[in-house]
């Protein structure tokens, strides 16, 4: 079965600008958390949704904001991008909220802002 | 003050060497995860735990609740095993999700 699919892989934009990110969650899975890496702050908790609902979010500014669609796709979106925003963005889909057999991930989004 | 805390930051070890990798958190929890994370970026999810013990091929993992710590074992380590390995948990307030900062380990044939 297909995993967990980001796109778009790789993304350049300017300081200023917005990005959209989306994550299409293996079939089946109803829940979609957002990461964001970095080599100085590691691994992030940007937010996770469930069944169209965003249920908890990670310490980020406004900029960053999600949404998920009721296949439960999910977006995220960054405005007025800050070179700081250059990472590997990382979704996660699992099962359910608060899921407790794992979550798969999919490969990334590296967006780099200059 | 990290909320988790990984040791030791890097590793190297021959093959076949019985590795450990720490994971000591100070928030109260749901669920602890073990990540894996290879060159180029791709994270699989190894174990979650919320209790006792969970084995998977040549992988272990512990958790001890009362004192917030968490292993990682891997008997009969493998060049393949050469990863980033990550611990995070889940907090039972707010439902955030730590991270350590990871452990590099290279397994040398």
């Known amino acids: 079965k297909a995993g967990v699919t980001q796109t778009p892989r790789y993304l350049i934009k300017t300081r200023g600008q917005q990005v959209t990110l989306s994550c299409s969650p293996i079939?089946?899975?109803?829940?979609v958390s957002w990461y964001q890496q970095t080599p100085g702050q590691g691994l992030q908790f940007l937010f996770e949704?469930?069944?169209?609902?965003?249920?908890n979010k990670g310490n980020f500014p406004g900029r960053f904001s999600g949404r998920q669609f009721s296949n439960s796709r999910s977006e995220m979106n960054v405005s007025t991008l800050e070179l700081g925003d250059s990472a590997l963005y990382l979704c996660?889909?699992?099962?359910?909220?608060?899921?407790?057999?794992?979550?798969?991930f999919g490969s990334g989004t590296r967006l780099t802002v200059v | 003050k990290n909320e988790v805390e990984q040791s030791p930051q890097n590793l190297t070890a021959q093959e076949g060497e019985f590795i450990t990798i720490n994971c000591s958190y100070s928030?109260?929890?749901?669920?602890l995860h073990w990540l894996q994370q290879h060159p180029g970026g791709g994270i699989v999810s190894l174990f979650m735990?919320?209790?006792g013990k969970k084995k998977h091929g040549r992988l272990i993992a512990t958790i001890n609740i009362q004192e917030k710590h968490s292993s990682l074992h891997i008997t009969a380590s493998h060049p393949r095993d050469s990863a980033v390995y990550i611990c995070?948990?889940?907090?039972?307030?707010?439902?955030?999700?730590?991270f350590g900062t990871g452990t590099s380990l290279t397994v040398i044939p």
């Open positions: 996660a889909s699992s099962l359910a909220y608060g899921q407790q057999d794992g979550y798969t």
């Open positions: 079939s089946g899975h109803r829940s």
């Open positions: 949704y469930f069944s169209e609902t965003q249920r």
């Open positions: 928030v109260g929890i749901s669920a």
């Open positions: 735990l919320s209790s």
């Open positions: 995070a948990v889940r907090s039972n307030t707010g439902n955030q999700f730590y």
